[in-house]
Nanobody, 124 residues
């Protein structure tokens, strides 16, 4: 079974930065688009950002554009989410996910491989 393992979450003050990492467990991924979603308490899941296998195409939610950067190191089989200028409203559990194909979409239902999530808490 393919699983994704996220790390890098934690508690940070507003204006601070965190970098999340996502690594597949079980086998390496190839030629798959990957993304980050988040879910805050009492709210629906929210698309954050996605990236193609080559990294040539990315997409960002308006709420994070200019503050967050998604990247991937295919040699290390790792996807990263660099989060800068964090705000209290960024507080959520962040999930890494992968599609079966290599196109970027925002629909959560298109991502079939998921991690357990990592908590990000931004204090004001």
């Amino acid at each position: 079974q393919v699983l994704l393992v996220e790390s890098g979450g934690g508690l940070v003050q507003a204006g601070g930065s965190l970098r999340l990492s996502c690594v597949p467990s079980g086998r390496a991924f190839s030629s798959r688009a990957m993304c980050w979603f988040r879910q805050a308490p009492g709210k629906e899941g929210e698309f954050v950002t996605a990236i193609t296998w080559s990294g040539g195409t990315t997409d960002y939610a308006d709420s994070v554009k200019g503050r967050f950067t998604i990247s991937r190191d295919n040699a290390m089989n790792t996807v990263y989410l660099q989060m800068n200028s964090l705000k209290p409203e960024d507080t959520a559990v962040y999930y890494c996910a992968a599609r079966k194909i290599n196109t970027v979409v925002r629909d959560i239902r298109e991502y079939v491989y998921w991690g357990q999530g990592t908590q990000v808490t931004v204090s004001s």
